[in-house]
């Protein structure tokens, strides 16, 4: 992933013309395009991680639009996903919406409004890029907890105070306090605020008793 | 003159042989007025009995004495021989028989036929019978102003005009040259043979006239036979020709007719059929009746002296239709009012009541046909009438069909567009680099125009489809409507994630509308796809076609969705029978009535494996080669 490459928009469509028009224009249009022509052709190559979106056919003959949305979700997937439909149909529009579709277009699309759309698209795969990353680096922090920590954070994080922890885990006040710093460095936070955070976004609060 | 009482061998040979008596007796037994005493009535002939046209004239007379006679009538006939020998046969003998004979009971009426009767009774009135009354029949009125009339004469006269006679010929027959007159030699007629040589019309280049009266009547015949043309015979008598032959019972003019090489005419209708051409001529027949008028009249009473009768002159023409054709005569070239006789029968004569029957069974035939023809104009405007609303129906349901696919069809259509409005925008975009990318410039327009056809044709198809026109038939190729109504079905199907497959089976050609079988397959994938909105397994709709023996191929449409209730499955083609919220209820129905008018049948079943099949059956254009 080098800054000098541009992002890349997945486009699936089943009407080859369409398809390659709308290739042409992204081309000339600064981006890198890559071409499917089912949604389960897109699944059989799972694009690598890279800067992008996905600009998907509402209706395909068999598996649609949306079909592949739902897949794509199951899999951890970040590629935002706008839809191109050729008929501004509202019921699968509101679908797809609710599904975590980014936009939806009608074909024909002026090509200001697909770039824009595009380019949000993309900015947004950014900013989960960025979620994930700091996600993934928390995860690992957290993971270079020890056991006895984890306890620790776990209740530092409910808002529990040193003596109470002391009082849970059955050692002293002291002993407690030690571990806190140490989980503190560890996570690399400044504030009990901030390690709250971490456990929160990571989905801890609930694993953690 | 006195009568001579001594009678001759000779003469009682001769009477004896040629005089007969014949009485007729009319018994009218019931009428009271009847006197005991018949009247007795001396009819004398001439020459002979059997002279034509004489014959006819006594054998008239009779007929009509007896039949109008309220007396008991005594007829008795003799002939007046004498005539028949040279001019100074005696007739003294013949006068004293007759006196004899009649002595006790003298006749009541006399009639004479013919002018020689006439004169031998003139000439012997007082020495026979004085104050018997006489009529004198068939006597030409020329020879009445040579006799000695008494006030117990009545003559009932005829009027012979030959100029009128020879103008008929020359009229029927204006080519005539040569008129061969064909008359005996006795003296009476001689003295005819006079007459008409005074009465005739001059001889002029244009018309010969032939004389026959110095030959004998054999010669005569060969003469006939061999006539120049244009030639015509006219007969005047033929009593006794040159030879000193007597002709009697008529049979001159059939002999004459069976050899002679032109046309026989005559003055006298006696002849009438025997063989003459016809014309103005003397009626026998009406003279005859005014005879036995006047005679019924003396014998009631009347004096004889006192009855008067103008002259018999020639009848209203008469011609023989068989001598008319024999001698191409036509009927324009007959003096006016003439009359035809003996034109034979037409089939109208003939055949009356078979025409009739005929002509009935023909009538009522055509009377038949034209209610059949009428029922048939009927029920051909109805059939057209029925057929028009058909297409009006199937429009409608086509038009309701494509709404329902509105949103498959604009999609289909924006993904031309799409493709060219995105082309069009990345063209603008390269052209404002430098250097141009011509080729890929160049792609793009080519992209456009085929987006830009498909377009188009997508328009063109529907619009086809929604056309409105007459129902025409031609012959059309099954799997070529499955591919386009497939083309139309597609965007629909996959909107709702339907899944189309095609079993493609060998060409098969039926007789049918392209629209309207489009129509029919196309409702019944609609309905499949319908039937598969609520599905939760595969949705599949799948077409297949397969021949039926040799003569037929069977189309059929297949999905996977909730099937038709079993007491649904005959009534489903009905009309307004749907299962659909939005349905019309017709498009089945529609489809069902182009397919009977097609000479098919439509039906539905279940699947199997769950799901409908819908079928139709078409009659192939030309049977199969087993």
Same mark, same amino acid.
């Not at chain 1, 074909?107 to 993309?122: H, Q, T």
């Not at chain 2, 008319?324 to 037409?346: G, H, K, T, V």
């Given at each position: 992933?080098?800054?000098?490459?541009?992002?890349?928009?997945?486009?699936?469509?089943?009407?080859?013309?369409?398809?390659?028009?709308?290739?042409?224009?992204?081309?000339?249009?600064?981006?890198?395009?890559?071409?499917?022509?089912?949604?389960?052709?897109?699944?059989?190559?799972?694009?690598?991680?890279?800067?992008?979106?996905?600009?998907?056919?509402?209706?395909?003959?068999?598996?649609?639009?949306?079909?592949?949305?739902?897949?794509?979700?199951?899999?951890?997937?970040?590629?935002?996903?706008?839809?191109?439909?050729?008929?501004?149909?509202?019921?699968?529009?509101?679908?797809?919406?609710?599904?975590?579709?980014?936009?939806?277009?009608?074909?024909?699309?002026?090509?200001?409004?697909?770039?824009?759309?595009?380019?949000?698209?993309?900015?947004?795969?950014?900013?989960?890029?960025?979620?994930?990353?700091?996600?993934?680096?928390?995860?690992?922090?957290?993971?270079?907890?020890?056991?006895?920590?984890?306890?620790?954070?776990?209740?530092?994080?409910?808002?529990?105070?040193?003596?109470?922890?002391?009082?849970?885990?059955?050692?002293?006040?002291?002993?407690?306090?030690?571990?806190?710093?140490?989980?503190?460095?560890?996570?690399?936070?400044?504030?009990?605020?901030?390690?709250?955070?971490?456990?929160?976004?990571?989905?801890?609060?609930?694993?953690?008793? | 003159m006195g009568w001579p009482i001594r009678r001759s061998a000779a003469w009682w040979a001769l009477s004896g042989l040629t005089a007969w008596i014949i009485?007729?007796?009319?018994?009218?037994?019931?009428?009271?007025?009847?006197?005991?005493?018949?009247?007795r009535?001396i009819i004398l002939h001439s020459f002979g009995r059997?002279f034509?046209?004489?014959?006819?004239?006594?054998?008239?007379?009779?007929?009509?004495?007896?039949?109008?006679?309220?007396?008991?009538?005594?007829?008795y006939e003799h002939s007046l021989y004498t005539v028949r020998l040279d001019g100074n046969a005696p007739e003294t003998p013949f006068v004293n028989y007759l006196r004899d004979l009649y002595a006790k009971h003298p006749p009541?009426?006399i009639?004479s036929i013919g002018?020689p009767a006439a004169g031998f009774v003139q000439r012997y009135r007082h020495q026979l019978f004085p104050?018997t009354?006489m009529?004198?029949?068939?006597?030409?009125?020329?020879?009445?102003?040579?006799?000695?009339?008494?006030?117990?004469?009545?003559?009932?006269?005829?009027?012979?005009?030959?100029?009128?006679?020879?103008?008929?010929?020359?009229?029927?027959?204006?080519?005539?040259?040569?008129?061969?007159?064909?008359?005996?030699?006795s003296p009476i007629?001689?003295?005819?043979?006079?007459?008409?040589?005074?009465?005739?019309?001059?001889?002029?280049?244009?018309?010969?006239?032939?004389?026959?009266?110095?030959?004998?009547?054999?010669?005569?015949?060969?003469?006939?036979?061999?006539?120049?043309?244009?030639?015509?015979?006219?007969?005047?008598?033929?009593?006794i020709?040159?030879?000193g032959?007597a002709?009697?019972?008529?049979?001159?003019?059939?002999?004459?007719?069976?050899?002679?090489?032109?046309?026989?005419?005559?003055?006298?209708?006696?002849?009438?059929?025997?063989?003459?051409?016809?014309?103005?001529?003397?009626?026998?027949?009406?003279?005859?009746?005014?005879?036995?008028?006047?005679?019924?009249?003396?014998?009631?009473?009347?004096?004889?002296?006192?009855?008067?009768?103008?002259?018999?002159?020639?009848?209203?023409?008469?011609?023989?239709?068989?001598?008319?054709?024999?001698?191409?005569?036509?009927?324009?070239?007959?003096?006016?009012?003439?009359?035809?006789?003996?034109?034979?029968?037409?089939?109208?004569?003939?055949?009356?009541?078979?025409?009739?029957?005929?002509?009935?069974?023909?009538?009522?035939?055509?009377?038949?046909?034209?209610?059949?023809?009428?029922?048939?104009?009927?029920? $051909? %405007? /109805? #059939?057209?009438?029925?057929?028009?609303?058909?297409?009006? *129906?199937? =429009?409608?349901?086509?038009? !309701? +069909?494509?709404?329902?696919?509105?949103?498959?069809?604009?999609?289909?259509?924006?993904?031309?567009?799409?493709?060219?409005?995105?082309?069009? $925008? %990345? /063209? #603008?975009?390269?052209?404002?680099?430098?250097?141009?990318? *011509?080729? =890929?410039?160049?792609?793009? !327009? +080519?992209?456009?125009?085929?987006?830009?056809?498909?377009?188009?044709?997508?328009?063109?198809?529907?619009?086809?489809?929604?056309?409105?026109?007459?129902?025409?038939?031609?012959?059309?190729?099954?799997?070529?409507?499955?591919?386009?109504?497939?083309?139309?079905?597609?965007?629909?199907?996959?909107?709702?994630?339907?899944?189309?497959?095609?079993?493609?089976?060998?060409?098969?050609?039926?007789?049918?509308?392209?629209?309207?079988?489009?129509?029919?397959?196309?409702?019944?994938?609609?309905?499949?796809?319908?039937?598969?909105?609520?599905?939760?397994?595969?949705?599949?709709?799948?077409?297949?076609?397969?021949?039926?023996?040799?003569?037929?191929?069977?189309?059929?449409?297949?999905?996977?969705?909730?099937?038709?209730?079993?007491?649904?499955?005959?009534?489903?083609?009905?009309?307004?029978?749907?299962?659909?919220?939005?349905?019309?209820?017709?498009?089945?129905?529609?489809?069902?009535?182009?397919?009977?008018?097609?000479?098919?049948?439509?039906?539905?079943?279940?699947?199997?494996?769950?799901?409908?099949?819908?079928?139709?059956?078409?009659?192939?254009?030309?049977?199969?080669?087993?």
């Amino acid at each position: 992933m080098t800054e000098a490459r541009p992002p890349t928009v997945h486009i699936v469509d089943d009407d080859l013309s369409f398809r390659n028009s709308v290739a042409r224009l992204l081309k000339a249009s600064g981006y890198q395009v890559a071409l499917y022509e089912s949604g389960k052709h897109f699944l059989e190559r799972v694009p690598e991680d890279a800067p992008g979106c996905i600009l998907l056919d509402l209706q395909m003959p068999g598996f649609d639009g949306l079909d592949l949305q739902s897949r794509l979700a199951e899999r951890d997937n970040i590629l935002p996903v706008v839809f191109l439909t050729g008929h501004g149909d509202i019921p699968m529009s509101v679908r797809a919406i609710k599904a975590g579709a980014d936009d939806v277009l009608s074909k024909p699309v002026a090509k200001d409004d697909l770039l824009e759309a595009v380019e949000r698209a993309i900015s947004k795969y950014s900013e989960a890029h960025r979620r994930r990353e700091w996600m993934s680096s928390r995860r690992a922090l957290v993971n270079t907890l020890t056991p006895r920590e984890r306890e620790v954070f776990a209740l530092v994080v409910r808002g529990k105070l040193n003596k109470q922890i002391a009082g849970e885990l059955g050692t002293s006040e002291r002993t407690i306090k030690a571990h806190r710093q140490a989980v503190m460095e560890k996570l690399k936070v400044q504030s009990v605020a901030e390690a709250v955070t971490i456990a929160e976004r990571l989905g801890l609060l609930g694993d953690l008793r | 003159m006195g009568w001579p009482i001594r009678r001759s061998a000779a003469w009682w040979a001769l009477s004896g042989l040629t005089a007969w008596i014949i009485i007729l007796t009319a018994s009218f037994g019931c009428q009271p007025a009847f006197a005991s005493e018949p009247k007795r009535v001396i009819i004398l002939h001439s020459f002979g009995r059997d002279f034509k046209p004489w014959s006819e004239y006594a054998r008239l007379i009779r007929a009509e004495l007896v039949r109008r006679s309220p007396w008991h009538l005594s007829l008795y006939e003799h002939s007046l021989y004498t005539v028949r020998l040279d001019g100074n046969a005696p007739e003294t003998p013949f006068v004293n028989y007759l006196r004899d004979l009649y002595a006790k009971h003298p006749p009541d009426l006399i009639v004479s036929i013919g002018a020689p009767a006439a004169g031998f009774v003139q000439r012997y009135r007082h020495q026979l019978f004085p104050l018997t009354p006489m009529v004198l029949a068939a006597v030409e009125q020329r020879r009445i102003q040579r006799m000695d009339l008494t006030a117990n004469d009545a003559v009932v006269a005829v009027s012979l005009d030959f100029a009128r006679v020879v103008g008929n010929i020359v009229q029927v027959l204006p080519e005539t040259s040569n008129l061969v007159i064909a008359i005996g030699n006795s003296p009476i007629e001689k003295y005819w043979a006079t007459q008409l040589g005074r009465e005739l019309p001059p001889v002029t280049d244009r018309l010969a006239i032939t004389w026959y009266n110095d030959l004998s009547f054999e010669e005569m015949l060969k003469r006939a036979a061999a006539l120049p043309p244009r030639s015509a015979i006219l007969q005047i008598m033929l009593y006794i020709d040159a030879a000193g032959v007597a002709h009697e019972e008529g049979t001159t003019l059939t002999r004459l007719h069976a050899v002679a090489n032109a046309p026989l005419f005559s003055y006298s209708d006696a002849f009438f059929g025997d063989g003459i051409v016809g014309g103005p001529m003397l009626p026998v027949a009406a003279a005859s009746r005014q005879t036995a008028d006047v005679a019924i009249r003396i014998l009631a009473g009347e004096k004889a002296g006192d009855i008067k009768t103008p002259p018999i002159g020639l009848a209203t023409p008469r011609f023989d239709w068989r001598e008319m054709q024999r001698w191409n005569i036509s009927a324009r070239d007959l003096p006016p009012e003439s009359e035809i006789a003996f034109r034979p029968p037409s089939i109208w004569e003939q055949h009356r009541w078979t025409l009739i029957v005929v002509i009935a069974g023909l009538l009522l035939q055509a009377m038949m046909i034209i209610a059949l023809l009428w029922q048939r104009y009927r029920r $051909q %405007a /109805a #059939e057209l009438e029925s057929r028009s609303r058909l297409v009006e *129906l199937a =429009q409608m349901d086509r038009a !309701l +069909s494509l709404g329902v696919m509105s949103t498959s069809i604009a999609h289909e259509l924006n993904q031309p567009l799409g493709a060219i409005m995105n082309n069009v $925008q %990345a /063209a #603008e975009i390269l052209m404002n680099r430098s250097p141009l990318d *011509l080729e =890929q410039i160049k792609d793009i !327009l +080519s992209d456009i125009r085929k987006d830009d056809a498909r377009a188009g044709a997508i328009i063109g198809h529907l619009r086809g489809f929604l056309k409105k026109g007459e129902l025409r038939l031609h012959d059309v190729e099954l799997s070529e409507i499955i591919d386009e109504v497939l083309r139309m079905v597609e965007p629909e199907a996959a909107r709702r994630g339907v899944e189309v497959s095609v079993q493609a089976g060998n060409p098969a050609n039926v007789k049918g509308d392209r629209v309207l079988l489009q129509q029919v397959l196309l409702n019944l994938a609609m309905n499949g796809i319908d039937a598969m909105q609520t599905s939760l397994n595969e949705r599949q709709l799948r077409f297949a076609t397969a021949f039926v023996g040799d003569t037929k191929v069977e189309v059929s449409v297949s999905d996977t969705g909730s099937g038709i209730a079993e007491t649904a499955l005959k009534g489903i083609f009905d009309s307004f029978v749907t299962t659909k919220q939005h349905g019309t209820g017709l498009g089945l129905s529609i489809s069902r009535t182009i397919i009977e008018s097609l000479g098919g049948r439509i039906w539905a079943e279940n699947r199997a494996g769950g799901g409908a099949i819908l079928r139709f059956e078409l009659p192939l254009t030309k049977a199969r080669a087993p």
